[in-house]
Every structure is written in C-alpha cells, then in structure tokens.
C-alpha cells in the first residue's frame, strides 16, 4: 500500500506525533495529505499570552481551522474576561480537552448567563476555581455532563471546603467520571454527612477508577465515604498537605465506620504516597487504614520531597513502610528526592521483610545499598530497579553465599558505582537472572598484575539481554587515589570459544558519534591478546596518566594501541543472547 493511500484517520494519527515543522512540510507533499496533516496543525492550540488571546479574538469571526480544534489551553494570570470567553465557547464547539491554568479566567467568565453548556461533549476539564466559589464551579460542571476527566484546584488558603453534598452534587452532574483530581480543604463531616453514609443511600460512581487528592484538615472519616462511593476505584493518590492550626484524623472512627462496609477498596490496585516535610503524621494514619481494609492494592508508589531543613531517616521511613508494606504487596516504587542520614543498610532495613515482593524500584541519589541485605528483605523478588549513589555487599558479606538462591530475574542499576564483586555476588545466588542493563555507572576494582585484567565473573548467568549505557570502568591504581579508565572490554561466553572484543574510542558526550564502541576486527583481536598474554605488571600507566582523545572517524589506524597499557574489562559469563553497547 502506497502512503497517499493511508487512511485518514491514520495519516491523521501519524501527523500528531511530529513537531510542527514535520506537519507542516507533511502537509504539501500531496493532496491526501493536506487534509488531515493541516487537521493535525490545529488538534492543539495554546494561548500563553494577552497578544495572542487577542488575536485569536479577533480571527474568531472569520473561517478559520477552529472547528477542528480538540484541546484548547489558557496560560496562566490571562485574566480572560467574558467576552472572550463567550466567543470561543461559540466557536470551538468540537473541544474534548479543556486546560485552564491558574488565573486564567477572571470573575466574569463565572457569571451564571456564560453558556458553558455549549461544550457538552468536553471529555476533560482542568481548572482553577476563581476565588474559591464553590456554587459558581458547581454550575459550570452541571453544564458539562460528558466530562470523564475533572481536576479541580482551589487556593489552599483560602475558607471554602467541600462537604459530602458538594461530592454528591459533582458526581451527580458528572455520571461517567472516570479520573479525579481534587486540590481542595475537606470539610469536618458533620453528623448530617455520617448520618447519611451509614444509611448507605449514595448512588456510587461506578465508572471513577482513579482520584488524586491533595487537601488539608484530613478528616479520615472520609475514607469510608470513597469506600463507599468508589466499587471500582483501581488507583488512590494521596497528597495531604500540613497545617498545624486545623490537623485532624479521626482514625478509630474511621476505622469503625470501615468495618460496616463490605469488601471496602476491592478493587483497588495503587497507592500513592506524597511526603513533604511535616505531613507524615497525616500519612501514617491513612496507610495504616488501607493496609487493613484495602484488601486489593498490590503496588504502593511512595515519593518522599524534604527541604534543605528536614532529612528522610531510617524511623520515619520504617512508620509509612511498615504498614504500607503488607503481606500482600507485589510492586513498590520508592523516590527519594533529598538527603538520607544512615548506612548503606537504611533502605533495605525500613523495607523490612516483604515477602511478596515482586517488583521493586528505588531512587534514592545520595545513598549506597547493600544489595544482599536487600535480597535477604525481599526474598520473592523478581525485577529489582535501582538508582543510587551506589550499590556493594555489606560487611561480613561472603562472595560464597550459604544463603538460599533468590528468584531474581531482572535488574537495572542507574547512575551508581559498584564494584566486580557485586556482579559475582548475584550470578551465584541468582542463577535466574536473565536481563540487566546499567546505565551511567562507574565499575572500579583492581587491574590483575599478571593478567592485565579487571574481572567481572557471572559463570551461572544466561543472558537473554544484556545492555550497557554510558559505563566506564577505572581500574584502581596502587598508592594513589587516581584512577584509570580502561577502554577494552572482552565478553567471554562458556557456550563459544571465542571471545568479542570491543573498544571504547570516544567520549559519550560527542554527538558525531553515535555508537563509539568499536568490536575490533581479527587481526586487531590476535594483536590484543597476544599482547596481554605477555602482560606484566611493569606496563601498567602511571597514575592519572591521560592519552589523547581519539574521535571517530577520525582515528588513526594504530591510535587504538595506546589503550592497551590501560588494561581490559574480562567479563565472563554462561550466555548472552543479545548484547547492547550504547553511550
């Protein structure tokens, strides 16, 4: 099939994808095109300044491609008054995504005579309410009765706050609700609102899978309302935010309430977690509640944000993971975006002992981690994603473990330093393994004197990939803190004879090179080994020796040579089915 012979909706598709030079060009390559690539031109429009909501204005009235606009966004502090607001309501009449950022509509685009009903077939919504006015806000959803996606801001700061009869009349303009977004203070239930949850007379909102809430003055009470009003709920995000003037729980009636609901949470799958400085105290309570009654959620997504002024320490994370990790928790993805106070077994130790741990990833950038305290935590695990400062075996740890084999299957090390050892170390206790892949990380040991080699040995691992990005392996030299680069790396398969060899020939920050490692051709192969077969200890480099910078293509033929005194990387394992040398 030729490509002026695509579909439209197709071409239409494809066209989205490219920046707007690409659609552009697109556009006049034929006839078929023009159409859905010049469509395509104008799915999206932003408006981010006075000037140019001005001139959209004034183009409103003539022909234009507005009516095949999808996605309008309003830039902040905009200010757009009625009026304006009045003739894109009249002309964008085909819009499914609405995004309007704070204080981009003034008081007037609030006024009850604004026909925001002509936009009755918006799928999304996302917007700030204008001085917090609940009943304002409450009219426009009502005209909007298509929406499936609402996120809905106000000022923290400022006295408005929802109560259950808000949320009832949202979910009563908005029947097919699938994702909400609630920035808003949550009012204290009163005893109106308990009243009529323990009746269990709301009609529940069957088709809303995922909220995001991010309030102050948590009432936990109103956990059991969502247990009630979201069956089918598959991700909870929660995000408190901290005031010491108005914080409350409630959790023992909280937790009362939920024991009279039957399966609570069955469906949930995900729950995340945002930690700032001070709201720990309010997640605590929350995770505590879920572990006990949400009975479905199997991934807990945990990201921890403290300022200069506040640290994460091994306590404060152990409170939130020892209730959030229960025995029925397969995934848990961790950040960590500020400093840690502890040992290279904090992590792992706050984690504790999760058995059914199946997926694990962790960033924490300032810490290292003790890879075999963390096995032993997580003896279920299968998929282990790290980012880190680095990764070792701690003290006392033997090479030639008695401890019982672990599952592992994949493992992903970002941006980390580590040693050999640590690749042994999981070759021979995972003999699963079958896919790793290191990105930006420094692996530094000890040259062999006689062997000119730094040795990476994984005999029981059978690769089904293999993927190495950015790496750089420094030997270190004796009697000095300096090290040095090594440029050559063998691979050593127990199914072939032969080794590969390759040659790093490059910096990876020199865009002209798209692949600088080069696998040496035959001849070059007999010369390197024939040279560290004969290696000694006197052709080691100084230490901090430098050579000069060797940019393809522009090589020499013989440049290659002065690496060799740098020694190799030996890395020696059962199979590998597909390798990847990336920079």
Wanted: with cysteine; glycine share 4%; hydrophobic share 35%.
């Amino acid at each position: 099939m030729l490509a002026t012979e695509l579909p439209f909706e197709i071409i239409t598709n494809i066209a989205r994808l490219l920046p707007a030079r690409d659609i552009c060009n697109g556009s006049l390559v034929c006839q078929a095109w023009y159409q859905p690539f010049s469509d395509s031109l104008w799915h999206t429009v932003k408006i981010q300044s006075r000037s140019k909501l001005e001139a959209l204005c004034n183009h409103l009235s003539e022909p234009n491609r507005h009516k095949v606009v999808r996605q309008l966004e309003i830039g902040a502090q905009l200010q757009l008054e009625g009026k304006q607001l009045s003739l894109i309501l009249q002309s964008f009449h085909s819009l499914h995504t609405l995004i309007l950022a704070t204080g981009s509509l003034s008081a007037s685009c609030f006024k009850p005579e604004m026909a925001w009903n002509k936009w009755d077939s918006l799928h999304r919504l996302d917007f700030h309410a204008y001085n917090n006015d609940l009943e304002h806000t409450l009219n426009i959803l009502s005209s909007l009765p298509a929406l499936r996606q609402l996120t809905y801001l106000t000022n923290r700061s400022g006295e408005a706050s929802l109560h259950v009869c808000d949320m009832e009349r949202i979910h009563s303009y908005l029947p097919g609700l699938e994702k909400l977004t609630l920035s808003a203070n949550l009012a204290l239930l009163g005893a109106d609102d308990i009243q009529t949850m323990s009746e269990f007379t709301m009609k529940p909102a069957n088709k809303l899978k995922h909220v995001k809430f991010a309030f102050g003055c948590v009432d936990l009470r109103w956990v059991s309302y969502w247990a009630l009003k979201y069956p089918n709920l598959r991700m909870l995000e929660w995000n408190p935010y901290y005031d010491s003037t108005r914080n409350y729980s409630y959790v023992d009636e909280a937790a009362e309430m939920l024991c009279y609901i039957s399966r609570p949470f069955n469906r949930l799958e995900t729950i995340r977690l945002l930690e700032a400085s001070r709201n720990r105290c309010l997640h605590q309570p929350f995770v505590g509640l879920m572990s006990r009654f949400g009975r479905g959620f199997r991934r807990l997504e945990y990201d921890i944000a403290f300022d200069d002024q506040y640290y994460a320490t091994t306590d404060g994370i152990k409170e939130v993971l020892r209730d959030g990790l229960s025995n029925r928790v397969e995934t848990l993805d961790m950040r960590i975006y500020y400093p840690v106070q502890g040992p290279n077994t904090l992590i792992p130790l706050a984690l504790g002992v999760c058995p059914s741990l199946l997926y694990l990833k962790l960033q924490v950038f300032d810490i290292d981690f003790a890879i075999d305290v963390l096995l032993d935590n997580c003896m279920a695990l299968e998929t282990l994603n790290l980012t880190c400062r680095g990764i070792a075996l701690s003290k006392g740890s033997s090479l030639i473990t008695t401890t019982k084999p672990h599952p592992l299957q994949s493992f992903e090390l970002h941006e980390g330093t580590t040693t050999p050892a640590v690749f042994n170390y999981l070759s021979d206790r995972c003999r699963k393994l079958t896919n790793m892949q290191l990105n930006c990380v420094k692996i530094i040991g000890r040259v062999s004197d006689t062997a000119g080699s730094l040795k990476i040995d994984m005999p029981h691992t059978h690769f089904q990939q293999l993927q190495l990005n950015q790496i750089s392996y420094f030997s270190s030299v004796r009697g000095s803190e300096c090290k040095n680069k090594m440029h050559f790396i063998s691979f050593t398969q127990q199914i072939l004879s032969q080794r590969k060899w390759y040659h790093w020939n490059g910096y990876w920050s020199c865009h002209e090179m798209s692949n600088p490692y080069r696998r040496l051709p035959d001849n070059q192969v007999k010369y390197v080994e024939e040279y560290y077969g004969a290696f000694t200890s006197r052709q080691t480099p100084s230490p901090c020796q430098h050579h000069e910078l060797y940019i393809a293509p522009y090589i020499s033929s013989t440049a290659w040579k002065n690496d060799l005194t740098r020694g190799y990387i030996d890395m020696h394992c059962a199979s590998i089915d597909s390798l990847i040398l990336k920079n």
